[in-house]
């Protein structure tokens, strides 16, 4: 890491590598300026886009991996025993394959008079192909998909350690439905809850093979600008000024995730 | 067939016996190879007939060799460089010179690639497999055959939505600039910003930027353009008869692999008898064969497989011969506008 950040603040070679011992913060004005013509400095927002993009399609993962995870773990959860171990080996079971073949398989699976249109089309639900594939959907999906069991993961462990008697006594308290989830489960199993959304976000924001092979790599994402970094542009120090911020936020993922548990830790006595 | 392996056999070891390439005493040659461009039987038959065992690493990008190479890696001794990136290697001293002219094959080189501009009189390269990067189209879903221009990629008509990019910065710029009559390495911003309209206006043309499944694309019907690499057009054409690869007549780009040996080679003796063994006529037509990418060994036309004597796709038509533009490394400037451009096009 510290030769990351040395990386990022000395002056690159010109076909590639670093100038080693000569400092200089070009890169880190480069991600917010560019020089113009007449060698003026404008403000130039195509890199704050592209992490802003990838910031939100990683909120979104978490999102909806926590719409689909949060059940999920507390169907698992609310099984007795010898299942939830079956149910749970079923969850990890993707983990088995390799990230990018699962990407293939969705590949096939969305792909125009792929496997999902011919059933869909079979079953004369729809009459031509959806063309979901190269699309933001078709990322969100493969996102989803890929995320999933580490957010599952983290939840029902945090459920597994929680008194269920507890939802039993808010019922006998006159607690409806909707106040026994947002008062009583919800706050039991929050470690867990933020545990599995910064375990989905920080890959998020890294991801590169979902969007290249599903989304059709129309829009950049930090992964994929960083690469170009160090492969096409051969600008090393730029590259490592990029990385370098998207440790930042990272960090700072990982600091609220601190704070809100200070916070929890402080109401609870 | 036998008779000439045995032939070739003792050739090789009269030759290594004679001290024109000494073999050294660790049996070994490290390959670092671009992944599937050599077939396992070739350097099964490599092994059998000089006793030196073959181990290969793969690597996918020039890019990746180069800063592999300038962070100091050992134990490659046979390396594949694309011709636009040896002037760099060459400069910063990561390749060592072994005059492939004065190889025993060294003779067979085509004429045409005894002196290539990235390293005249070939001291530190031996031709590997050349290609070009153009168009492919499946001819029975357009209106019979299409011109041979950029101008059905960037102004696609009826094709529009239909057409995949590869998704490789200096492969789309350089069409671009082809297409619009500049130098693919201008430093000019004026000149970029006619490019990136170029590119943003046909963006919405396409479906995808991809350089991944390019062959299964097009068979697949996904799309029926696919901006590809010669290779990858012909092997759609051994399913596909109507699939038609084009030669822009404002120019393509043509690369050009070299077999190199890095400067910290382990053995660079060893290396060399492996080269000289590719560059026999038979042996280099095997590879072409496995490949679908042409050689530049005089001689080897008689080994081909005749579908690919026929594709002109692989054997290029010679009235094309002057379409061809040799893969260049750009200045830092150009190398940065470009980014910028590809950056912007995507952001």
Redesign the interface.
Known sequence: MLIMVFVSLVE?A????VVWGRFTTVAYTQFFY?EN?LGEMSFNS??M??YLRSILLAGFTVLATFVVGFPTAMYVAMQEPGRRALLIFFLSLPFWVNLLVRN?AW?LLL????LLDQALMGLWITSEPLNI??SNTAIAIGLTYSFLPLMVLPIYAAMEKFDFSLVEAAFDLGANRVQVLMHVIIPGVKGGIIAGCLLVFIPGLGSYVTP??L??????MIG??IE????????WPFGAALAFVLLLMVVLAALLRALLLRHRQRVAP | MKLRTLILATLLSAVAVGGAIAQEADKKVNLFFWPGYIPDELLERFTEETGIAITMDIYD?N??L??KL?AGATGYDVVIPSGYILP?MI??GLLQKFDSPDLPNGDKIAPAFADPEFDPGRAYTAPYMWGTTGLVYDSAKTDGELPQSWSVFFEPGPLSGKIAAL?D??EVFNAAAYYLGFDKCTED?KEGQQILDLLSKQ?PD?????S??TIDRVL???VAMHHIWNGAAHRIRNSVETARYIYPKEGITQWADNLSIPSTAEHPENAKIFINFLMDPKNVAEITNFTGYMNAISGSDEFLKPEIAADPAVNMPAEFADRLRPGREC??AA??L???I???L??
Do not use: C, H
């Open positions: 690159r010109p076909d590639g590598g560019e013509l195509d890199y886009q592209i293939y590949l792909r125009a008079n792929g594939l190269y290249v092979l989304g059709g790599s129309k829009s950049l994929n600008l170009a970094q160090f492969a096409a542009a051969r600008n | 990008t890019e990746a180069l800063a300038q760099t400069k910063q998704d910065e200096v911003p963006k396409l479906l995808l930027y991809g991944s499944g697949a019907g996904e200045s830092p190398r940065d470009r980014n910028k590809w950056t912007r995507k952001k």
